[in-house]
């Protein structure tokens, strides 16, 4: 059974970095083709893909925010780490990761419950 | 980047009626889409991917077709338990949401 958790600051002040711990069970960041993503959602808007790392390593960000996030893994803690630097107040919104099953063709299949992150000094 | 725009943004139905969503992506994304469905304060769910192939475990009455540019969503016989906001994604280059359809039960 695959499970993601979400863990971080409730509150970041503006100016400051986020960072985020996805910690994952039932599969493996080892396995080809698997990956683990970051959505987020501001209140009351729509989705938003962030970042997503995959079991070789590599790294793809969203263009329009690309400046300011990191993603990394550690396979042996089963956890994905997302840094967000220069938080602003418009950064507020739930943050979910997700996992990429390792089939060619398939999109996000199991979400985390999600964490609610507000900006405010 | 690609631009997914979603139509209707908000729908509102009764118990029993056909309902269908489209998105349409601003280039070809072949049939790298999925539809999403996401119930007040939840994560969202995975329901069809690759446009037209429904996830396990997820209702018959949910179906997905198109190719492309042009994609909908239909359920064939709207029930309660389907209210929410629904979203497609492609996943062809990146990734990207559309902006959500909010579907309301009469």
């Known amino acids: 059974q695959i499970t993601l958790k979400e863990s971080g600051p409730a509150l970041v002040k503006p100016t400051q970095t986020l960072t985020l711990t996805c910690s994952f069970s039932?599969?493996?960041?080892?396995?080809?083709?698997?990956?683990v993503g970051w959505i987020r959602q501001p209140p009351g808007n729509a989705l938003e893909w962030l970042a997503l790392?995959?079991?070789?390593?590599?790294?793809r960000y969203s263009p329009s925010l690309r400046s300011r996030l990191t993603i990394t893994k550690d396979t042996s803690r089963n956890q994905v780490v997302l840094k967000m630097t220069n938080m602003d107040p418009v950064d507020t919104a739930t943050y979910y990761c997700?996992?990429?099953?390792?089939?060619?063709?398939?999109?996000?299949?199991?979400w985390g419950q999600g964490i609610v992150v507000t900006v405010s000094s | 980047d690609i631009q997914m725009t979603q139509s209707p943004s908000t729908l509102s139905a009764s118990v029993g009626d056909r309902v269908i969503i489209t998105c349409r992506a601003s280039?070809?994304?072949?049939?790298?889409l999925a539809w999403y469905q996401q119930r007040a304060g939840k994560a969202p769910k995975l329901l069809i991917l690759?446009?037209?192939s429904l996830e396990r475990g997820v209702p018959s009455r949910f179906s997905g077709s198109g190719s492309g540019t042009e994609f909908t969503l239909t359920i064939s016989s709207l029930q309660p338990d389907d209210a929410g906001t629904y979203y497609c994604?492609?996943?062809?280059?990146?990734?990207?949401f559309g902006q959500g359809t909010k579907l309301d039960i009469k």
């Open positions: 997700a996992h990429r099953h390792s089939t060619s063709g398939y999109p996000f299949d199991y």
């Open positions: 039932g599969f493996s960041l080892n396995t080809a083709g698997v990956g």
């Open positions: 280039q070809s994304i072949n049939s790298w």
């Open positions: 790392i995959y079991w070789d390593d590599g790294e």
């Open positions: 690759r446009a037209s």
């Open positions: 994604l492609q996943y062809y280059n990146l990734y990207n």
